[in-house]
Nanobody, 119 residues
Framework: QVRLVDSGGGSVQAGASLRLSCQGS????????MGWFRQAPGKEREFVSV????????RYTDSVKGRFTISRDNAKNTVFMQMNSLKPEDTAVYYC????????????WGQGTQVTVSS
């Protein structure tokens, strides 16, 4: 089982950047697909991005393509999401996730980190 601790959220102005980090523990981190979901107030949790165990495959929801970049460092059991050109609609709690593949639903979740973007 992978344990996840996500961090890096904050309050920024529109157009700014943030970098989320997720520290994982457990022997299967390096073989897990890692990703990010988010949940805005009053909305359902939604997929944001995912990266394969070796970093070869990365997928994004359409609304963040070209602005967000997911990456990972298996030597440090860490996954990152660089978020540029942030918009107010990116405001949400962001959750790091781990799962068996980039196409499967994740089976492990972080505690969440708040991102607030003001106009």
């Amino acid at each position: 089982q992978v344990r996840l601790v996500d961090s890096g959220g904050g309050s920024v102005q529109a157009g700014a950047s943030l970098r989320l980090s997720c520290q994982g523990s457990g022997s299967i981190f390096s073989s897990s697909a890692m990703g990010w979901f988010r949940q805005a107030p009053g909305k359902e949790r939604e997929f944001v991005s995912v990266i394969s165990w070796n970093g070869d495959i990365a997928r994004y929801t359409d609304s963040v393509k070209g602005r967000f970049t997911i990456s990972r460092d298996n030597a440090k059991n860490t996954v990152f999401m660089q978020m540029n050109s942030l918009k107010p609609e990116d405001t949400a709690v962001y959750y790091c996730t781990a799962g068996p593949s980039t196409w499967a639903m994740p089976n492990t979740w972080g505690q969440g980190t708040q991102v607030t973007v003001s106009s």
